[in-house]
């Protein structure tokens, strides 16, 4: 399939894209089935919540329990895969062929920028539409399976909804790649944008005279409307729609205007801003100049921008969350006392009436290991097959080092950027508890944001392992991020059976935050098996890397 540059794209990102739907509809339906005993009990239940916090997962209070667990699973799950993958289909479609330097092969054919940035739009748009229409069937396939039933849900919407929010993310991260020429600002904002707009478009509703600012977030028009029960909202599918055709359009005009790069070359601040010195300048410094001193000297300043981009991201999410909790207060104990233990594990099995339970539930849950695990899984996935891939390990390996020096300095630097997220997690929570006067010890913060740099960590070193096994990018970054998506949901929804309980503990997240660190502090013992594992996974990664022949 390479014919042409729209077939080798769709060569290269299909089997990605249905794997990942795949995975989506199985982790759907087996939570309907974990939860299938309990069923009954949720439908009553959620019937009786607050409208306005049912909404903000895009269901209403009607449904049995299988909807709404099944709804609340595609409304957060499948947006932040499938909208994942489509962020990095646009990163790579400009971005990513300029870092890998084959930009010019491309167009040393008789084709023009724009009929190339063209042909890769129409791959990612061709993918987002495959992606979402093949979750729809996968999803009636899987359920059909474990003898349950769709009910009154409307999938067919959902997946149109689906479709039109992830083409928008691959467009935001074409355009923002066009115009820079940089992969990891491309992805890192768009990562940035995907995540706070989950949080805003669910919160800001909450909170009175907000309502309305949740309408500049492309989640917002997602499920708002509520798709999966009450059908397509041509009004939202317009706004996302055009949105997109506005960022293809801007991404022509980008990467028509600009100096294309060759494989890596220049400081970022021209690449990104060349024409703006002020504002390059501080870019500059906010990227900071590349250090060759030693390998994880040399991987931490690499990774450092995405790094910025992300701790900037989880410190003044963990600020603003502290000051929300006031005005919820009241709506969160109604929803605290409406629910069981069970429901209560979709969000993190915590009391969110407290500041400890609304902290772990809003920030540290999922945006924690989201945002420093995306950045630890691509640091680990770029450690040994990036260098690989960009055919400069032989570069590394002919100075006097060992391979499994070279794995372990990878492995330090990781650990390093962990730590990094985790003390501007530390710092945004404080804030955010001082700003909002909550009773929260900064002991017990600290403890939590180490244990959640552990997780991230390990994550990594699922990534490194990949790597060092395969060599290659894609298949380390998939590593990391199936540790995390199938360690979330057998932590989530495992405990909820009683038979199935005990193999939670098989899952890096109960280790992360099963003993609630924000209400009883460190776990040193749940913290050591972390960080325990990933030693071990870096040690089979030496052995892994020691014994195969090295891709050139």
């Given at each position: 399939?390479?014919?042409?540059?729209?077939?080798?794209?769709?060569?290269?990102?299909?089997?990605?894209?249905?794997?990942?739907?795949?995975?989506?509809?199985?982790?759907?339906?087996?939570?309907?089935?974990?939860?299938?005993?309990?069923?009954?009990?949720?439908?009553?239940?959620?019937?009786?919540?607050?409208?306005?916090?049912?909404?903000?997962?895009?269901?209403?209070?009607?449904?049995?329990?299988?909807?709404?667990?099944?709804?609340?699973?595609?409304?957060?799950?499948?947006?932040?895969?499938?909208?994942?993958?489509?962020?990095?289909?646009?990163?790579?479609?400009?971005?990513?062929?300029?870092?890998?330097?084959?930009?010019?092969?491309?167009?040393?054919?008789?084709?023009?920028?724009?009929?190339?940035?063209?042909?890769?739009?129409?791959?990612?748009?061709?993918?987002?539409?495959?992606?979402?229409?093949?979750?729809?069937?996968?999803?009636?396939?899987?359920?059909?399976?474990?003898?349950?039933?769709?009910?009154?849900?409307?999938?067919?919407?959902?997946?149109?909804?689906?479709?039109?929010?992830?083409?928008?993310?691959?467009?935001?991260?074409?355009?923002?790649?066009?115009?820079?020429?940089?992969?990891?600002?491309?992805?890192?904002?768009?990562?940035?944008?995907?995540?706070?707009?989950?949080?805003?478009?669910?919160?800001?509703?909450?909170?009175?005279?907000?309502?309305?600012?949740?309408?500049?977030?492309?989640?917002?028009?997602?499920?708002?409307?509520?798709?999966?029960?009450?059908?397509?909202?041509?009004?939202?599918?317009?706004?996302?729609?055009?949105?997109?055709?506005?960022?293809?359009?801007?991404?022509?005009?980008?990467?028509?205007?600009?100096?294309?790069?060759?494989?890596?070359?220049?400081?970022?601040?021209?690449?990104?801003?060349?024409?703006?010195?002020?504002?390059?300048?501080?870019?500059?410094?906010?990227?900071?100049?590349?250090?060759?001193?030693?390998?994880?000297?040399?991987?931490?300043?690499?990774?450092?921008?995405?790094?910025?981009?992300?701790?900037?991201?989880?410190?003044?999410?963990?600020?603003?969350?502290?000051?929300?909790?006031?005005?919820?207060?009241?709506?969160?104990?109604?929803?605290?006392?409406?629910?069981?233990?069970?429901?209560?594990?979709?969000?993190?099995?915590?009391?969110?009436?407290?500041?400890?339970?609304?902290?772990?539930?809003?920030?540290?849950?999922?945006?924690?290991?989201?945002?420093?695990?995306?950045?630890?899984?691509?640091?680990?996935?770029?450690?040994?097959?990036?260098?690989?891939?960009?055919?400069?390990?032989?570069?590394?390996?002919?100075?006097?080092?060992?391979?499994?020096?070279?794995?372990?300095?990878?492995?330090?630097?990781?650990?390093?950027?962990?730590?990094?997220?985790?003390?501007?997690?530390?710092?945004?929570?404080?804030?955010?508890?001082?700003?909002?006067?909550?009773?929260?010890?900064?002991?017990?913060?600290?403890?939590?944001?180490?244990?959640?740099?552990?997780?991230?960590?390990?994550?990594?070193?699922?990534?490194?392992?990949?790597?060092?096994?395969?060599?290659?990018?894609?298949?380390?970054?998939?590593?990391?991020?199936?540790?995390?998506?199938?360690?979330?949901?057998?932590?989530?929804?495992?405990?909820?059976?009683?038979?199935?309980?005990?193999?939670?503990?098989?899952?890096?997240?109960?280790?992360?935050?099963?003993?609630?660190?924000?209400?009883?502090?460190?776990?040193?013992?749940?913290?050591?098996?972390?960080?325990?594992?990933s030693l071990l996974l870096v040690g089979l990664a030496s052995l892994a890397f020691e014994r195969r022949d090295i891709r050139n």
């Open positions: 399939m390479l014919a042409t540059i729209f077939t080798k794209s769709i060569r290269d990102r299909s089997v990605a894209v249905v794997l990942s739907a795949l995975a989506v509809a199985l982790l759907g339906a087996g939570a309907v089935w974990i939860y299938r005993d309990v069923g009954d009990l949720i439908a009553q239940l959620v019937a009786g919540m607050p409208e306005t916090v049912v909404s903000a997962v895009g269901l209403s209070g009607a449904g049995t329990g299988t909807t709404f667990v099944l709804g609340e699973m595609l409304n957060l799950l499948a947006p932040m895969v499938l909208g994942g993958i489509a962020i990095s289909i646009g990163t790579s479609a400009i971005a990513g062929e300029e870092r890998d330097g084959t930009l010019g092969l491309l167009l040393a054919n008789p084709r023009s920028r724009t009929s190339v940035l063209l042909s890769k739009t129409w791959a990612l748009l061709v993918m987002s539409a495959v992606g979402s229409l093949f979750l729809w069937g996968a999803v009636v396939v899987a359920v059909g399976l474990v003898g349950s039933e769709i009910g009154d849900l409307t999938l067919g919407a959902m997946a149109v909804h689906l479709m039109a929010f992830t083409m928008f993310m691959g467009g935001l991260a074409l355009f923002i790649g066009a115009w820079t020429g940089n992969a990891g600002v491309a992805s890192g904002a768009s990562v940035g944008v995907l995540i706070f707009s989950f949080l805003a478009a669910g919160l800001l509703p909450l909170v009175n005279g907000l309502e309305n600012v949740a309408r500049i977030f492309p989640w917002y028009y997602f499920n708002s409307s509520k798709p999966i029960e009450t059908g397509i909202d041509l009004i939202d599918l317009s706004v996302l729609v055009g949105g997109t055709a506005l960022l293809i359009g801007g991404a022509v005009i980008g990467v028509n205007r600009r100096d294309l790069r060759a494989g890596a070359g220049g400081t970022l601040a021209e690449r990104l801003l060349k024409g703006h010195p002020k504002v390059a300048g501080y870019v500059e410094r906010m990227a900071g100049k590349p250090m060759v001193a030693n390998i994880p000297i040399k991987t931490v300043t690499d990774h450092q921008f995405a790094a910025t981009i992300s701790a900037a991201a989880i410190f003044y999410t963990a600020v603003l969350v502290g000051p929300m909790f006031n005005g919820l207060s009241s709506t969160l104990g109604e929803l605290t006392s409406a629910m069981p233990d069970a429901l209560l594990r979709i969000v993190g099995g915590v009391d969110m009436s407290t500041p400890a339970g609304w902290y772990h539930a809003e920030v540290f849950s999922l945006v924690i290991p989201a945002a420093i695990g995306a950045l630890t899984i691509m640091m680990g996935s770029r450690a040994l097959a990036g260098e690989e891939d960009a055919t400069t390990m032989d570069l590394l390996l002919v100075n006097p080092v060992t391979r499994s020096k070279v794995v372990v300095s990878k492995f330090v630097a990781l650990v390093a950027m962990a730590t990094l997220l985790g003390f501007a997690t530390f710092i945004g929570t404080v804030g955010g508890v001082l700003l909002g006067g909550l009773d929260l010890t900064i002991m017990n913060i600290a403890g939590a944001s180490f244990q959640g740099a552990a997780l991230a960590v390990l994550l990594g070193a699922s990534a490194l392992l990949g790597g060092a096994w395969t060599g290659r990018p894609k298949t380390a970054a998939y590593s990391g991020i199936a540790v995390g998506l199938v360690g979330f949901v057998m932590y989530s929804f495992l405990p909820v059976n009683e038979n199935l309980a005990v193999w939670a503990k098989l899952s890096p997240f109960y280790y992360y935050s099963d003993n609630l660190p924000l209400e009883n502090g460190i776990s040193w013992g749940y913290t050591g098996i972390l960080f325990g594992v």
